[in-house]
């Protein structure tokens, strides 16, 4: 049963629902997950001010996993971000994968899958390489101190890019599309900014999928040899992508595939910097150390914090009962920091072993689809960034966004410490 101090925000998961929690130091926030942690049983975040609404906060590794297993209990629609998105966004847009449940989200799921053949993904491999390789070439060359834009933001946008097929002359464009489409997504703002921004970030979205859908029309016409050929041209169960599943698709590889790896890379260099030993025994043998310096990059930064569920059949989990309607969000930022699993979970540590990190979800059919690239990703371009005759270190603090969905960073100044 649910306290009535919980339902007014005075219980303890008050203080995530507090508009100014999201903006406390980190440390703040992990050790507030860690008082959670060591309740016995889940507890009530209000939402909305205490008019009314919220959601159970599952904080524990175990909770985590077991309800990231259990679609047919913790369904994701109707949507997985907060708050959800409203039906007619849903009716324009279409329903992005990680909303789906069932028979809708696994024949998306398998035309996708498909699409990702073995000839296209060892391409997209040869191509990551590479392209690392251009953009730290050019850090050399021009010397920028400003990482984001310089460094982790161009990596994960040129790959999928590349990946996609989508022409040069978009991609200017589809960066500025991706930066305005999430830039406020969970970040508290005033009332003038909630009215405002909305419409700007639907209306870079739109534009977006306006692009894309133009693009696999012409790829009908004429497949090539890229991921939108493939996806529009699928015969899985006589069925292939629409122009509003593309689009959707393509949003979600945008805004998710680009900004999570980004933020784990930009995470990845201030954790090097602030953990010089652990960079110093990455460097004494890169491809020894480089997965597990990976993997606790990702466990470390989290860069997704949570995702909501909704409750379709009554379920008991760590000493509640669920009842159906009842609103879950899986909190991965607090399931990564898991003492219970995670011994010193605050330090960095790159053999960390086993490392059954939440980074790429809990599991279950949700798992991410793009987490082998992510981690090649990450591993290409941290070879090129620490093997040359450079040294590189975050200066400062990252600026981060404040955000209760992901992990994002705004800016990160760098330097290079030889001449």
């Known amino acids: 049963m649910t306290l009535p101090s919980q339902r007014l925000g ?32 889940p507890v009530f975040v209000p939402e909305g001010g205490g008019r009314g609404g919220g ?3 599952l904080v524990r ?3 985590v996993q077991e309800a990231s297993r259990l679609p047919k209990v913790f369904a994701s629609a109707p949507g997985v971000t907060t708050p959800e998105p409203a039906r007619w966004v849903r009716a324009l847009f279409g329903d ?66 590349n990946m996609m097929g989508i022409p040069e002359r978009y991609r200017a464009e589809i960066a500025d599309r991706v930066n305005h489409a999430s830039e406020n997504i969970g ?15 639907l209306r870079a979205l739109a534009r977006m999928q306006r692009m894309v859908a133009g693009i696999g029309r012409e790829r009908r016409r004429n497949p090539s040899d890229d991921l939108i050929s493939a996806l529009v041209c699928a015969n899985v169960d006589g069925q292939a992508l629409g122009a509003r599943q593309l689009g959707a698709f393509f949003s979600l590889l945008m805004v998710a595939g680009v900004e999570t790896t980004r933020n784990a890379i930009t995470h990845g260099l201030t954790l090097l910097t602030d953990f010089p030993a652990q960079r110093d025994l990455l460097l004494s043998d890169f491809e020894k150390y480089a997965d597990g310096a990976v993997d606790e990059m990702i466990r ?13 059949a009554e379920h008991t989990l760590h000493g509640h009962v669920f009842a159906p309607g009842d609103k879950v969000v899986l909190y991965y930022a607090s399931a990564n920091r898991d003492e219970a699993v995670f011994p010193d979970p605050d330090v960095f540590d790159i053999t960390r072993s086993p490392n059954p990190h939440l980074g790429f979800g809990g599991g279950g059919p949700h798992f991410c689809l793009g987490a082998h690239l992510a981690r ?23 600026d981060l966004a404040g955000s209760n969905f992901d992990n994002r960073v705004r800016s990160l100044r760098f330097a290079f410490e030889a001449p």
């Open 61 to 63: 590794h175990a909770d």
């Open 300 to 312: 470390h930064s989290t860069p997704i914090i949570q995702f909501r569920r909704t409750v379709a």
């Open 96 to 161: 992005s994968m990680v909303n789906l449940d069932g028979p809708d989200h696994a024949q998306l799921r398998k035309i996708v899958q498909r699409a990702f053949t073995p000839r296209l993904l060892a391409a997209a491999e040869q191509d990551i390489h590479a392209v690392a390789a251009r953009i730290v070439d050019d850090v050399l060359e021009r010397r920028p101190d400003e990482f984001v834009s310089a460094v982790s933001s161009r990596l994960p946008l040129e790959v999928i890019c």
């Open 55 to 57: 959601h159970w906060a």
């Open 10 to 41: 005075t219980g303890p998961g008050g203080e995530l629902a507090e508009p100014g929690f999201w903006q406390r130091p980190p440390a703040d926030r992990l050790a507030a997950f860690a008082r959670l942690r060591a309740l016995d049983s």
């Open 187 to 201: 970040v508290e703002r005033g009332l003038a900014s909630r009215l405002r921004m909305p419409g700007r970030g």
């Open 376 to 398: 090649v990703e990450m591993k290409a371009l941290f070879r090129e960034l620490l093997t040359r005759p450079v040294g590189l270190r975050a200066v400062g603090l990252p």
